[in-house]
């Protein structure tokens, strides 16, 4: 019996596999810290400039409410105590997809809710970090912790939820 291969499906099963290689080796090169505790103790990366958090920050006001929303309830349903919400403008791996791009108030970001525990578990945040993460995660209730991906750019970034 032949079987007829789909040159198409073939092409972009090897491209998400790439890009997922890719992604690992990102995320292994730029967040796996040696010096966790030198990052760790800044407000926000300081490879971060400001005008790229000034662009994150807009499309954030856009969608804050709703990941305030989000953060509030994965603390209250005890899924954990460190929301975080993955960043980016491609597909990533991480949490569950809760916002795609143009799908809230013209965003331009997909969000990904997920947590410290899942960070452990990938080992993007090391077993070693763990109390060093914990102590400089900012109060959920007032800053959203945000893992921003976009291409050679992986890091936390801490953003305060606007005020009511």
């Not at 990102?26 to 010096?35: A, C, F, G, S």
């Not at 990366?45 to 958090?53: H, R």
């Not at 920050?57 to 954990?80: H, M, N, P, W």
């Not at 795609?100 to 809710?113: C, D, L, P, Q, R």
Request: hydrophobic share 45%; with cysteine.
């Amino acid at each position: 019996m032949k079987y007829k291969v789909n040159k198409s499906f073939i092409f972009t099963l090897a491209s998400n596999i790439l890009y997922l290689a890719s992604f690992i080796f990102l995320l292994n090169k730029k967040t796996m810290i040696e010096d966790y505790t030198a990052i760790s103790n800044a407000p926000n990366s300081p490879d971060l400039n400001g005008k790229y958090l000034g662009i994150i920050s807009a499309d954030f006001a856009l969608v804050a409410e709703f990941l305030k929303e989000a953060s509030y309830q994965i603390r209250t349903r005890g899924f954990s105590k460190f929301p975080i919400f993955a960043v980016s403008q491609n597909p990533v791996p991480i949490g569950q997809k809760l916002i795609g791009i143009h799908e809230m108030n013209g965003n331009t970001w997909n969000y990904h809710a997920s947590f410290m525990e899942e960070f452990i578990q990938r080992g993007i945040v090391a077993e070693e970090n763990v109390e060093v993460f914990k102590t400089s995660y900012k109060d959920a209730d007032e800053f959203c912790c945000l893992f921003v991906l976009d291409r050679d750019f992986a890091s936390f970034v801490y953003i305060p939820f606007p005020e009511d």
